[in-house]
């Protein structure tokens, strides 16, 4: 167990509809990572939040956003969904909010769009 | 730009048998680091191992061992004597001072009985 809770475990949703996932970091650690791995392309970095703040972007598309709440919990916001949404999403904790520090994931969210 | 390579998409091999998987990395940046990560069957992605580049010794916990070579830019990660719970997609990261952390693609271990 690496400490790191996703909610829900599972999502299954119609196109152009709206969804949220929900993680809880590691006790101690102030970074949370956005993934999303799909069959075809593999575990893509989505985005990164720090204590609150936006800390790096990756490909992340205009209809997902994220925060991360004073209690450093996050939430990925998907919107508009389609069916090429339908992937794994991981989310990840760490101590810092540099490259250097080891991340640990959370069990993800399996999202399917019909 | 960084840039992880691990070219082995799929190995197969018979338990017991040892088996390597390669990792290449490119980055411009002096201070790095890489690291190890498995993903076995039930999904869930697990840390096994950071190293950071001034610390070229080589690093054995158990059947795991693993081999970086500045000279070459490899972080290769070694299983003795490898077992059917060994069977897993394993990637290769690494990650900068100031940039966030580049995984590869992954290579998927199949470990037949």
């Known amino acids: 167990d690496s400490g790191v809770t996703q909610t829900p475990k599972h999502l299954i949703t119609a196109t152009g509809q709206r969804v949220t996932l929900r993680c809880s970091p590691r006790?101690?650690?102030?970074?949370v990572y956005w993934y999303q791995q799909s069959l075809d392309q593999g575990l893509q970095f989505l985005i990164q939040?720090?204590?609150?703040?936006?800390?790096a972007k990756g490909n992340i598309l205009e209809r997902f956003s994220a925060q991360q709440f004073p209690d450093l919990h996050s939430e990925l916001n998907l919107s508009s969904l389609e069916l090429g949404d339908s992937a794994l999403y991981f989310c990840a904790s760490s101590g810092g909010d540099r490259g250097g520090y080891e991340q640990y994931f959370g069990p993800g969210t399996r999202l399917t769009v019909t | 730009a960084q840039k992880v390579t691990q070219a082995q998409t799929e190995i197969s091999v018979v338990e017991k048998e040892d088996v390597t998987l390669d990792c290449v990395y490119e980055?411009?940046?002096?201070?790095?680091?890489l690291f190890w990560y498995k993903q076995p069957p039930s999904g869930e992605l697990v840390f096994l191992i950071r190293?950071?580049?001034?610390?070229?010794q080589n690093e054995i916990s158990g059947r795991y061992s693993w081999n970086f070579q500045k000279s070459t830019s490899s972080f290769n990660f070694t299983i003795t004597a490898s077992q059917v719970v060994d069977s897993a997609v394993y990637f290769c990261a690494l990650g900068g001072v100031y940039q966030k952390v580049t995984f590869g693609i992954g290579t998927k271990l199949q470990v037949i009985p």
């Open positions: 939040y720090y204590n609150g703040e936006e800390r």
């Open positions: 006790s101690g650690d102030l970074s």
């Open positions: 190293r950071n580049s001034f610390d070229e």
């Open positions: 980055t411009r940046d002096t201070t790095y680091y």
